[in-house]
C-alpha cells in the first residue's frame, strides 16, 4: 500500500460521500457545500495525474465562480427544504440491483481491459511545468478557433442569463 | 504521483456520475437538479483527465477546459431559468412546472 494508493483512497472517498451527501441533503445550501466537498477532492485527484492547471482551474471556476452563483441563487430565492420524492417499488427492486450490476460490469471491464492497467504514472511523462506550458501551446495554437468560439459562447449565455432574469416591465 | 491505475480513477468517474445520475431523477428542486447536472460534468471531467494520462495526449486537458467554460455558462443560463420560474411560479419545485406536461 504506497503512499499514492492511500490518497486516492482518501480523495475517493471524500468525493463519493460528497455525491451521496448532495442527493440526502434536504436543504440546497447542504447540496450546494457537498458539492464544493467533491470539487474539491477532485481537484486533488486532478493534482494527482499531473494535471495541476486542471486543478487550479478546477478551484477557481468550479468551485470559486459556478458554486458562489449557486450559493448567491439559492441565498436569492431563499430556498427551504425541499419535499421528498416518492420512492416507487420498481425501484428498490429493479433499478438499485440493475445499477449495482452495471457498475460492477463497468469496473470489472476497466480493471481487466490493457488500458485499464496503465499506471497513472507514465514513464515518459511531462514534468509538471513543461505540461502547462504544452497544454497552453496545444490550447492556442492547435485549439485557438474552439477557444474563440468559447468566448462568443460565454457571451451569449450572459445576455441570455440579463434577458432571462430581466422582469417584464 | 504514481502506481494507482487509471482503471481506478476510471471506476471513481463513473460511480460519481451514476450518483449524479441518481440525484438528477430524485431532487425536486431545479437548483439541486442544476447540481446534480455539475456534478455529472465532473464526473466525465475526472475520465477525460484520466485518459490523458494514461496515452501522454494533453489533448484531454484542453477538453477538461471546454467542458468547465460549457458548464459556466450553462450555470449561468440555468440559473437565470430558476430565477424566471420562481418569479412565475413562487416555488423551485420542479412538480409546479407542469405546463407542457401532457
Redesign the interface.
Known sequence: M?L??I??FIF?LI??AG??L??VARE?IH??LA?IL??MS?AA???????E??AA??II??AG??MV??VF??M??N?GV????NWSKIATYAGIPL?VL??LE??HW??H?A????????A???NEMA?TQ??SQ??FQ??LF?FEA?SI??L???L???V??K?DE | ????????????S???F???V??FV????I??I???I??ML?AV??AF??F???W?Q??G??F???V??????????G??????L??NRDS??I?RVNLLKF
Open positions: 504506497s499514492a494508493f490518497l486516492f475517493a468525493a463519493v455525491a451521496v448532495l442527493i440546497p447540496s450546494a458539492l467533491v470539487m477532485l485527484l486532478y493534482l494527482m495525474l499531473g494535471a492547471f486542471i482551474v478546477q471556476v468550479y465562480a459556478i452563483l449557486f441563487v439559492i436569492l430565492l430556498a425541499e419535499e421528498r420524492t445499477g452495471l457498475l463497468l469496473a476497466m480493471a481491459s488500458m485499464g492497467a496503465t499506471l497513472a504514472s507514465g515518459g511523462a511531462p505540461s504544452a497544454l496545444l490550447l492547435t485549439y474552439p468559447t459562447l460565454i451569449i449565455a450572459i441570455g442569463a440579463l432571462l432574469a422582469r | 504521483m504514481n502506481a494507482v491505475p487509471i482503471s481506478f480513477y476510471l471506476v471513481l463513473a460511480v460519481l451514476g450518483l449524479g441518481v440525484a430524485f431532487k425536486r428542486n437548483i439541486t442544476f447540481m446534480a455539475e456534478l465532473n471531467n475526472l483527465v484520466a490523458a494520462r494514461a501522454n494533453l489533448d486537458l484542453v477538461v477546459f471546454f468547465i467554460v460549457v458548464a459556466a455558462a450553462e450555470a449561468a443560463v440559473l437565470a431559468i430558476a430565477i424566471a420562481y418569479q423551485l419545485n412538480e
